[in-house]
């Protein structure tokens, strides 16, 4: 299933198979790319879980916005800079898969990496998609595997 809008940001998941909890795919889905784009066991309670608590408890608290500081002059080095908030995708990371968030007014700035932190990326979206995109994920407990003849087809949701 693709959450979101796949043309502008979204999130695949897809539920493979449940082990002592349901475990698939989890993808970003930037600028036509899956990321991390491996891992099909990942185990999608312990990353969906992580990224709405890292985002929701980090806007509970009071957030100043990062501005239009360049990439280039934001210091990743010692994990997230000031004024932007670190989304924690659990073990996706052991892909080289790390995100962050940061605010600029009316536009929220979406900083990734894919390489483990030797590059990161940024794309700008108006001010509440990322919020919204991670919001809208559905409680795993509610993924339910579709199969034919033992093949997974698809991921539905139980209403």
Same mark, same amino acid.
């Given at each position: 299933?693709?959450?979101?809008? %796949?043309?502008?940001?979204?999130?695949?998941? *897809?539920?493979?198979? *449940?082990?002592?909890?349901?475990?698939?795919?989890? @993808?970003?889905?930037?600028?036509?790319?899956?990321?991390?784009?491996?891992?099909?066991? !990942?185990?999608?309670?312990?990353?969906?879980?992580?990224?709405?608590?890292?985002?929701?408890?980090? +806007? %509970? =608290?009071?957030?100043?916005?990062?501005?239009?500081?360049? +990439?280039?002059?934001?210091?990743?080095?010692?994990?997230?800079?000031?004024?932007?908030?670190?989304?924690?995708?659990?073990? +996706?990371?052991?892909? $080289?898969?790390?995100?962050? +968030? =940061?605010?600029?007014?009316?536009?929220?700035?979406?900083?990734?990496? !894919?390489?483990?932190?030797? !590059?990161?990326?940024?794309?700008?979206?108006?001010? $509440?998609?990322? *919020?919204?995109?991670?919001? @809208?994920?559905?409680?795993?407990?509610?993924?339910?595997?579709?199969?034919?003849? *033992?093949?997974?087809?698809? !991921?539905?949701?139980?209403?």
């Amino acid at each position: 299933m693709i959450i979101g809008n %796949a043309f502008e940001i979204a999130i695949q998941l *897809e539920c493979v198979i *449940e082990l002592s909890s349901p475990s698939g795919l989890f @993808n970003f889905i930037v600028d036509d790319n899956l990321i991390p784009g491996k891992g099909t066991v !990942t185990d999608l309670y312990v990353v969906i879980s992580s990224l709405k608590d890292s985002l929701n408890n980090q +806007l %509970a =608290g009071e957030i100043s916005d990062v501005g239009n500081i360049t +990439l280039a002059d934001l210091d990743f080095s010692d994990g997230s800079p000031e004024n932007v908030l670190w989304l924690d995708v659990c073990e +996706l990371s052991d892909y $080289g898969c790390v995100f962050w +968030l =940061g605010f600029n007014g009316e536009h929220e700035r979406f900083f990734y990496s !894919t390489d483990f932190e030797k !590059t990161i990326q940024e794309k700008i979206f108006p001010r $509440g998609t990322i *919020e919204r995109l991670i919001n @809208n994920l559905p409680d795993v407990n509610n993924l339910k595997i579709n199969r034919v003849n *033992e093949q997974v087809i698809v !991921t539905d949701i139980i209403f």
